[in-house]
């Protein structure tokens, strides 16, 4: 009889565990899904990872951000049809700023028309409001984000040899001009030596 009992307990234990085995997941799963849209919310509110060094830029048709960035450039592709060519649109999402507004969409259009022996150009657009501004416009060559900043933006390097630097609605390329220290020296060097000979 004990035993008859503990069987039956046994089996009723059974049947509520795998019942309420079977509900757990349905409430997690309205759970996760209610916290996913949460964590979503939350995580575009939330500050940016930055990722130093070259941006890489993909084709990734039919995306979202692809659809946006054919938006963007509508212009240049109607251009570009309408000289005979289909350009490749490339794009790279990445962040320029640690906060939550630095997010910033990357286009390259990739045909004959917008590409040169310096490689292809590349324009930034930054998201502001409910709208993309573009802050880069069709720069030539590997844009690489760098670790220095300036008003909370980080310095992009286009090509390896031109810095350009965020100066609060776009990027301006550093216009660095002559080494005045130097030149001053160079001038004292060559009026000295120019004494020396008199």
């Known amino acids: 009889m004990t035993r008859k009992r503990v069987n039956e307990k ?13 509900l757990i997941p349905v409430g997690i799963s309205h759970a ?61 999402v990445l962040a320029l700023s640690n906060q939550k507004s630095g997010q910033a969409l990357f286009v390259q259009l990739q045909s004959s028309g917008f590409c040169g022996s310096g490689g292809c150009s590349t324009s930034v657009y930054l998201k502001q409001g ?19 900043r300036h008003l909370g933006m980080h310095d992009l390097l286009v090509d390896n040899t031109d810095l350009w630097v965020w100066r609060g609605s776009n990027y301006q390329a550093v216009d660095e001009g002559p080494d005045l220290k130097g030149l001053k020296h160079s001038v004292e060097m060559h009026q000295h030596q120019k004494r020396k000979i008199h």
């Open 10 to 22: 046994s089996l009723l234990l059974s049947l509520l565990l795998g019942f309420s085995g079977f």
């Open 32 to 92: 996760a899904s209610g916290h996913h849209s949460v964590k979503t919310h939350t995580r575009s509110n939330v500050a940016n990872t930055v990722k130093l060094g070259p941006v890489v830029l993909v084709s990734k048709p039919g995306t979202s951000y692809d659809l946006l960035a054919r938006r963007l450039s509508q212009k240049d592709i109607a251009f570009a049809k309408h000289n005979g060519e289909q350009p490749l649109v490339l794009i790279a």
């Open 130 to 148: 409910n709208s993309w501004e573009k802050i880069l416009d069709s720069v030539t060559g590997i844009i690489s984000i760098q670790k220095t």
